[in-house]
Antibody
């Protein structure tokens, strides 16, 4: 059974940093691109960042570029999101997930999602 | 970034109704579009990928169509478990972008 479990969320002051982790199990982690999507309270979904299976291709939303860094450790079946210079508008539930297929060069469709890690940025 | 215009933003429908949700891309995205369903307090669930391919386990009353810039999600006969919010997502280029969502409510 595929499982994705996020951790590392919490309350943080504006300008500070936080690191999210996503522990993956039940599939061959090192074969799949992974991503982060967030959802502000009561709002829609926003794609944040994605990383290819070998970390060779990485993408970011314009809203987080230069502040957030995605990474992965295939030996530990783990995905990370380092969030620096946090802003109040970064307050959201952050989901990690996996690309459905190992084929293709695009970010593709996402077939498994975690339950999310809540990040609250407030003074 | 490609803009995805989703409509309507909400709709009320009865069980058994046919429901159609549309997404329009700001440029040609071929068929690189997926549809997701989200229920309150839950993670999104993939329904359709490549514009019209039904994800395994998704009931056949749900279908997707379109290519280029105009896409449609159709539920042929709305069931109680279909009341949720639906999002389209283009993955033609980076960054992928979601539509703003369509909330399907009970009439």
């Amino acid at each position: 059974e595929v499982q994705l479990v996020e951790s590392g969320g919490g309350l943080v002051q504006p300008g500070r940093s936080l690191r999210l982790s996503c522990a993956a199990s039940g599939f061959s982690f090192n074969d799949y691109a992974m991503y982060w999507v967030r959802q502000a309270p009561g709002k829609g979904l926003e794609w944040v960042s994605g990383i290819s299976w070998n970390s060779g291709y990485i993408g970011y939303a314009d809203s987080v570029k230069g502040r957030f860094t995605i990474s992965r450790d295939n030996a530990k079946n783990s995905l990370y999101l380092q969030m620096n210079s946090l802003r109040t508008e970064d307050t959201a539930l952050y989901y990690c997930g996996k690309k459905m297929s190992t084929a293709g060069t695009g970010w593709g469709a996402y077939d498994y999602w975690g339950q999310g890690a809540l990040v609250i940025v407030s003074s | 970034a490609i803009q995805m215009t989703q409509s309507p933003s909400s709709l009320s429908a009865a069980v058994g109704d046919r429901v159609t949700i549309t997404c329009r891309a700001s440029q040609d995205i071929r068929n690189d579009l997926g549809w997701y369903q989200q229920k309150p307090g839950k993670a999104p669930k993939l329904l359709i990928y490549a514009a019209s391919t039904l994800q395994s386990g998704v009931p056949s009353r749900i279908s997707g169509s379109g290519s280029g810039t105009d896409f449609t999600l159709t539920i042929s006969s709305l069931q109680p478990e279909d009341f949720a919010t639906y999002y389209c997502l283009q993955d033609y280029n980076s960054p992928p972008t979601f539509g703003h969502g369509t909330k399907v409510e009970i009439k």
